[in-house]
Structure formats: structure tokens, C-alpha cells
């Protein structure tokens, strides 16, 4: 699919900025070399304007500061804009401004002030007012060998994807043959002696899943059950005060019998 050339689209717009840019040095900087300022102003999805400023002047006009807005953009725009400083103020309305890369991208004045004028000064301000009135809509066109191209990267990935699973699918089965190696192995062994359970000193149950234990400082344990009993107040192993949840321990102790 191709988009018709000599057609573009606009649509309005109603993006207003304003600005305030401060330059010290500037008188100075009229009596250098010839350099163009640049300040970045307007930066939207699609919109990108900035200010530029010659304080030396250009060769046709070097005895001035210009002073010029440009489009950035990838799309043409009408703008209404202002530039000013104290006593002076310049403006345009419905400016057309090419997209970035044309002659016709940078609008302005190259005789906004001369370089005697009694505005110039040390520290300069100028105020910059925005108004974009219409801008042209971004083309999404997209040609045939581009989708085509797309398609066999979508292939190649498949393919790809395919491969790992393939490789995937053998490693798994590796592992659980080695899986069933091992249970074979558990199901020969002999049957292991009874795992000894901790037990309250207080009730003398054993403490398994899913009881809680309570910790003491001196790393004494009894069940919850019987630390909520009001005469329960300090360990009775070492009198020491009740500290919070063994955590660790009903962790190790689910790890040896389950959670029951």
C-alpha cells in the first residue's frame, strides 16, 4: 500500500505555549563569531519546534540579531507566533512551516534588532508565544515488501521457536527418566527408623504440622496452645521471657513430616 503523492492530510490543533528564554553575555556574544543559539521549545508526539537566534548576525545582515523559529517536525504545520522583547514585538500568523529538512522549515526576522539598538543587553529575555493552528497528519504507509519481508521474519522465528521446543520436549524427557530412576531407588530402600518430633515441655504433645511453637530467648519451645494459658508467662525450662514464632523450626519440622 502506497500513499498518493501531491495529497496530505491536516488536521487542527489548538496547542498554545509560551515561553520565556534568558541569554546572559549577550551583548557580548553580538561581537563574536557568528553562531546560531538554539533552543528546543515545543516537543509533542508528532510537533517539534525550536528558537534560533544569531546574535552576531549573518552575512547579509551582520549588523543585527535575527531571530527565526523552526518546524523539527516530520509533518508541515501553520503556526501563529510572537517573539519579543521589552519595547519590541514581532509577529506572524498563519505561517506555513515545512516539515524538518526543506527550505521552508524556519520562519523569523533577520533585522529583529540592531546590534546599537538600546535593548541589547547584558542578559537578554525574549518571549516566545506558540500557537499551532493545523499540522499535517503522519503518514503510516507501509509497502508490500515491507510486509512481505515481515512475514518471513515471522517465519524465521517460528521456525526458531520450534527448534527450542523440539530441544526442550528431549531434554525434559531425560529428566524424568532420570525422575523415575530415582523413585525406583526410594521405592528398594529399606524403611528409615521414626524421625523423633520435638515435644512441649508443658503438655508433652508433639509439636508437628501444623502446630505453632513458640520461641523463648534461650531457644526453648512449647506449642501455642499452652503459651496462651495465663499462668504460661515465662519458659519453664529457663524462665526466660516468650519471644515470637519458631518460624525456622515449624519450617524444618513441615519439611520432615508435611503439612499434615
Same mark, same amino acid.
Not at 498518493?4 to 546572559?24: C, D, H, L, M, P
Not at 526543506?102 to 525574549?126: A, C, N, Q
Given at each position: 500500500?502506497?500513499?498518493?503523492?501531491?495529497?496530505?492530510?491536516?488536521?487542527?490543533?489548538?496547542?498554545?505555549?509560551?515561553?520565556?528564554?534568558?541569554?546572559?553575555?549577550?551583548?557580548? *556574544?553580538?561581537?563574536?563569531?557568528?553562531?546560531?543559539?538554539?533552543?528546543?521549545?515545543?516537543?509533542?508526539?508528532?510537533?517539534?519546534?525550536?528558537?534560533?537566534?544569531?546574535?552576531?548576525?549573518?552575512?547579509?545582515?551582520?549588523?543585527?540579531?535575527?531571530?527565526?523559529?523552526?518546524?523539527?517536525?516530520?509533518?508541515?504545520?501553520?503556526?501563529?507566533?510572537?517573539?519579543?522583547?521589552?519595547?519590541?514585538?514581532? *509577529?506572524?500568523?498563519?505561517?506555513?512551516?515545512?516539515?524538518?529538512?526543506?527550505?521552508?522549515?524556519?520562519?523569523?526576522?533577520?533585522?529583529?534588532?540592531?546590534?546599537?539598538?538600546?535593548?541589547?543587553?547584558?542578559?537578554?529575555?525574549?518571549?516566545?508565544?506558540?500557537?499551532?493552528?493545523?499540522?499535517?497528519?503522519?503518514?503510516?504507509?507501509?509497502?508490500?515488501?515491507?510486509?512481505?519481508?515481515?512475514?518471513?521474519?515471522?517465519?524465521?522465528?517460528?521456525?526458531?521457536?520450534?527448534?527450542?521446543?523440539?530441544?526442550?520436549?528431549?531434554?525434559?524427557?531425560?529428566?524424568?527418566?532420570?525422575?523415575?530412576?530415582?523413585?525406583?531407588?526410594?521405592?528398594?530402600?529399606?524403611?528409615?527408623?521414626?524421625?523423633?518430633?520435638?515435644?512441649?515441655?508443658?503438655?508433652?504433645?508433639?509439636? *508437628?504440622?501444623?502446630?505453632?511453637?513458640?520461641?523463648? *530467648?534461650?531457644?526453648?519451645?512449647?506449642?501455642?496452645?499452652?503459651?496462651?494459658?495465663?499462668?504460661?508467662?515465662?519458659?519453664?525450662?529457663?524462665?526466660?521471657?516468650?519471644?515470637?514464632?519458631?518460624?525456622?523450626?515449624?519450617?524444618?519440622?513441615?519439611?520432615?513430616?508435611?503439612?499434615?
Amino acid at each position: 500500500m502506497s500513499v498518493a503523492e501531491g495529497i496530505q492530510a491536516f488536521e487542527f490543533s489548538n496547542v498554545r505555549k509560551t515561553y520565556e528564554v534568558t541569554i546572559e553575555n549577550f551583548r557580548m *556574544k553580538t561581537k563574536g563569531a557568528k553562531t546560531t543559539l538554539v533552543v528546543n521549545l515545543l516537543s509533542t508526539e508528532n510537533l517539534k519546534f525550536s528558537l534560533e537566534i544569531d546574535p552576531a548576525g549573518n552575512t547579509m545582515y551582520p549588523n543585527h540579531v535575527g531571530v527565526y523559529l523552526r518546524n523539527n517536525s516530520l509533518v508541515d504545520a501553520t503556526v501563529n507566533y510572537s517573539v519579543s522583547v521589552v519595547g519590541q514585538i514581532l *509577529k506572524e500568523n498563519n505561517a506555513l512551516f515545512k516539515k524538518v529538512g526543506t527550505v521552508e522549515s524556519s520562519w523569523g526576522w533577520p533585522t529583529f534588532l540592531r546590534h546599537e539598538d538600546y535593548r541589547i543587553k547584558d542578559m537578554m529575555v525574549f518571549s516566545v508565544k506558540l500557537h499551532v493552528v493545523k499540522a499535517g497528519v503522519v503518514s503510516q504507509a507501509v509497502s508490500l515488501q515491507n510486509v512481505l519481508a515481515q512475514n518471513i521474519k515471522i517465519e524465521e522465528n517460528i521456525v526458531a521457536i520450534t527448534e527450542k521446543l523440539s530441544s526442550l520436549e528431549a531434554t525434559t524427557a531425560t529428566k524424568f527418566e532420570a525422575l523415575d530412576a530415582i523413585a525406583n531407588t526410594i521405592q528398594t530402600c529399606p524403611p528409615a527408623r521414626p524421625i523423633p518430633c520435638p515435644e512441649c515441655p508443658i503438655c508433652l504433645d508433639d509439636m *508437628k504440622p501444623p502446630t505453632k511453637i513458640i520461641q523463648c *530467648k534461650g531457644g526453648h519451645f512449647i506449642c501455642e496452645k499452652c503459651r496462651s494459658r495465663p499462668s504460661v508467662q515465662f519458659c519453664p525450662s529457663c524462665r526466660e521471657e516468650f519471644i515470637g514464632r519458631a518460624v525456622g523450626i515449624e519450617g524444618y519440622l513441615r519439611q520432615l513430616f508435611g503439612n499434615n
